[in-house]
């Protein structure tokens, strides 16, 4: 199968690969695509630009990934498979009748068949606001199939980064706000797409709509108001503690991991009263104690938090718990490990281990992190990248040209002035 895979890679990459320059350009679009860090002379032995050497399992996994199969075993097993046209033809019939009740059926048989169900699901989502068939949307969203706590976490995840990508580009105020009065699309696209990179865009207006309605269950308002504080801190507003307190409940072991994660350290942020934090580190460390399976959830939101404001309980939590982080049981813990993993490299940076960094940050799978939350992490990518090249003496130009094109990209009042400049001043 590596001759087959070959040649899919070929495809992907839209050139026969000869040449040395070949292999670089498949470097480069690979860890564009996946975050896949590989040699081009792993591709020149492969593609027989010099001497053939077979190659290794890893490497087969990463062209896997690249050319859309999830590891090698996987395109082993399925490139084979009878053609899937059909499947998708059906889809696009079964859209072109425009009938509610025969998209419904459709999704319905995808479902109990686990038949492609989260990309098929999408597709007729993103269709039907292309189309702006709110009732049909509505209709889907209600239906008691597809109800968050009928799929599994992984569709859900799945889900919610596909429909929430399709609104940066898609505006209509009039259908986002009737979605958003709808419990279902608030949990699998507003709670799942996190969009970190427009809280001041269209992912912030969401969340000031919702903050003014008078009737919203309890744990999305708790949401929203995280949010809204956390995007305050990115506006460097300088809120009332009391206040901040008093909109802020109880830690309380019910709410969901990442929820709690987030509450907890933005409790840590918004008082000065060391005992408050300790209490706040305890309650934070018993519930990892009575639930370690969920470490990678409950330290994922502290670890992005820590990136961006310096917090010596965060990091002490963080550093102490480290080794946990480290088991991918589903495909959205590799972007919380690979997060996790950025985070390791500011520590390391803040204790000058320039090479130990750059080894972490040379081998993170940046393809797997959530769309909501990459090119803010990638902005810390870049600024890390810059700062070991300048303090290894190596050439910073590239890494520098880089880290200023994505700050650019980034409307925070936080990152402005000397706020890089003076990262790793106070720790």
Not at 166 to 187: A, M, S
Not at 249 to 259: E, K, R, V
Not at 396 to 402: C, D, I, Q, R, V
Request: aromatic share 12%.
């Amino acid at each position: 199968m590596i001759d087959e895979l070959k040649t899919e890679v070929e495809k992907t990459l839209g050139l026969r690969i000869v040449t040395r320059g070949d292999c670089e350009l498949l470097c480069e679009d690979l860890y564009q695509k996946t975050g896949a860090v590989l040699s081009y002379n792993t591709f020149r032995r492969l593609f027989g630009v010099i001497e053939y050497r077979k190659p290794r399992e890893s490497t087969l996994d990463a062209l896997s990934l690249y050319v859309g199969f999830q590891s090698f075993q996987d395109f082993s097993k399925r490139f084979s498979e009878v053609d899937t046209w059909p499947l998708w033809e059906h889809l696009y019939v079964v859209l072109s009748e425009a009938d509610a009740q025969n998209i419904l059926t459709f999704l319905h048989l995808r479902k109990r068949k686990q038949n492609q169900f989260s990309i098929t699901f999408t597709i007729v989502v993103r269709e039907l606001l292309n189309r702006r068939d709110l009732s049909t949307l509505l209709l889907i969203f209600r239906d008691p199939m597809f109800q968050f706590k009928a799929l599994p976490y992984d569709e859900v995840a799945q889900i919610g980064v596909l429909i929430g990508l399709h609104f940066r580009e898609f505006h209509d105020r009039e259908i986002e706000e009737v979605l958003l009065l709808e419990p279902n699309f608030r949990d699998l696209v507003l709670k799942i797409f996190v969009d970190y990179g427009r809280l001041s865009g269209k992912f912030g207006d969401w969340l000031d709509y919702l903050e003014k309605l008078a009737h919203l269950d309890e744990e999305t308002r708790l949401f929203v108001r995280c949010l809204l504080l956390w995007r305050g801190l990115l506006h460097k507003e300088h809120l009332l503690e009391s206040l901040q307190m008093k909109q802020l409940p109880n830690l309380d072991t019910a709410q969901h991991p990442i929820l709690f994660g987030r509450l907890f350290g933005l409790k840590i942020l918004t008082t000065k009263n060391k005992k408050v934090q300790q209490k706040h580190k305890l309650e934070m460390e018993l519930r990892i104690s009575r639930e370690p399976h969920f470490v990678t959830e409950l330290l994922y939101e502290p670890a992005v938090q820590a990136l961006v404001l310096n917090s010596e309980i965060h990091e002490q939590i963080l550093e102490a718990h480290k080794h946990q982080i480290n088991q991918i049981n589903f495909w959205y813990h590799m972007s919380q490990v690979a997060i996790h993993r950025v985070l390791q490299v500011k520590l390391l940076l803040q204790k000058a281990q320039f090479h130990s960094a750059k080894s972490i940050l040379d081998n993170i799978p940046y393809g797997h992190i959530r769309h909501g939350y990459r090119e803010f992490i990638e902005l810390y990518v870049a600024f890390f990248r810059w700062y070991i090249a300048k303090n290894l003496n190596e050439d910073t130009s590239a890494f520098e040209l880089e880290f200023n094109l994505r700050k650019t990209r980034l409307n925070y009042p936080i990152f402005e002035g000397l706020y890089f400049e003076r990262y790793f001043d106070v720790n």
